[in-house]
Nanobody, 116 residues
Framework: QVQLVESGGGLVHSGGSLRLSCAAA????????MGWYRQAPGKRREMVAT???????NYADSVKGRFTILRDGAKNTVYLQMNGLKPEDTAVYYC??????????WGRGTQVTVSS
């Protein structure tokens, strides 16, 4: 069973930076697609950024130019460098992995809070 372990959340002032990390344990192969989702209170979970093991990257429009997803395909690790954070970025951030057609594995989530 693949397990995703996240770290790096916290409290930061508006304009600040945070770096999230996620490592996939117990995967016998390079996971084709990994990424980050987030869910704010009262809102639906939304995609933030995704990365294939070969470097294909996709960002939500709301984070383009501020967030960077980094992927080590061989190690099944993924990072999210978040710069220029805004209060509207406040959410629980989830690491996710998609070995096939579905996002099958999810981390427990890490809280990111941006104060104004």
């Amino acid at each position: 069973q693949v397990q995703l372990v996240e770290s790096g959340g916290g409290l930061v002032h508006s304009g600040g930076s945070l770096r999230l990390s996620c490592a996939a344990a117990n995967s016998p192969f390079s996971i084709p697609l990994m990424g980050w989702y987030r869910q704010a209170p009262g809102k639906r979970r939304e995609m933030v950024a995704t990365s294939t093991s070969s470097g294909g990257i996709n960002y939500a429009d709301s984070v383009k130019g501020r967030f960077t997803i980094l992927r080590d395909g061989a190690k099944n690790t993924v990072y999210l460098q978040m710069n220029g954070l805004k209060p509207e970025d406040t959410a629980v951030y989830y690491c996710a992995a998609r070995p096939g057609l579905k996002w099958s594995y999810w981390g427990r989530g890490t809280q990111v809070t941006v104060s104004s």
